[in-house]
């Protein structure tokens, strides 16, 4: 449970410097194609993305697995719960990693 | 002998008689013969000193002596009577019926346990648990093998968990923990309280172990800090704060 603790407070930390990154720039301007491909293009911001999405991924699975394991208890299915939800957040992780790699290998 | 002449003496007392008179609702359920609780009602008088577990007593001794209850010491010292009196989990032998301010008193068996019938439920779970903590002190010394006879402690030391010794094990926090009612593996607020009681005495060297068995998926994490083990508390432990304590414990704030 302390990963929980952890990755929260990384992510609060992550998430405010991605907020005020994009407050240097005009909120609609931020959201521009031209304007986000830059974004992933630099690789410390799309690094820093990167981390953020691993950090939200890991404390939202985790939390969705505590809750669930809350509800119902029994061998199985905590044992299905926990796979479950670690292979939902690798998917996750792998999707949303995938937009900058694309970027980045050229395949935009 | 004598214990056979007090019983006689207690079977064959008159009646409560009292100008004032509550209705006591007792909540009947046989596992093995109903499918739902029902409830029986009974008029029964009392003076502004009788307690609910009193009435309950006068019920099996004049009008249903079929009522099923557990009790013993009817000083709030075994832990034995708790019971939902009028929705709240309470001690039956601590609770005055004048003090309920109510016409209408109605009891039931503790939410978070398995009835036996009526009023008694079955306390396997809350005993498990207990054990599962390691609720004595751990070290490889004895007093006796010391050259000071005793472990020294200061009154600050004492005072870090003493309250947490006043646990009498009845089940209340327990019965009254939301997290309790939905998963049925949660270690709980008793156990995890005396949890802290032996973690933070200076005498215990079972930290980490202790550590070790309330750190699982339905252990300390489980708590979600609704603080009602501690409303319900007839001997003012604190459990929540217990459990928030030894949390500072877990995450390393706390030594």
Redesign the interface.
Known sequence: ??I??GTALAAVALVAVHILMRLTQGFAESLEYDSVIANYKFIPYAGMLEIILILLSIHGFNGLR?IL???K?GKTY?KAVSYGCVAAMIALIVYGSRTIIMVNTGMT | MAQTSSLAEENSSTPLSSQQSIILRIARYNPEHDSAKKFMEFNIPYEKWTTVLEAILEVKKHLDHSVAVRYSCRQATCGSCGMIINGKPRLACFTKISELNSNIITVEPMNNFPIIRDLAVKFERLFDTHHKVKPYIIRDDTEITTSTKEFLQSPEELEKYIQFSNCIKCGLCNSACP?MA?????VGPQALAQAYRYVADSRDKGKDDRLKII?D??GI??CHFAGSCSQVCPKGVDPAMGIQLLRGY??GFRS
Do not use: A
Not at chain 2, 182 to 186: K, Q
């Open positions: 449970m302390k929980h603790y505590v394991l809350e509800l208890q905590e | 997290t939905t998963d049925s593996s949660f750190d998926s339905h994490w489980r877990m995450l």
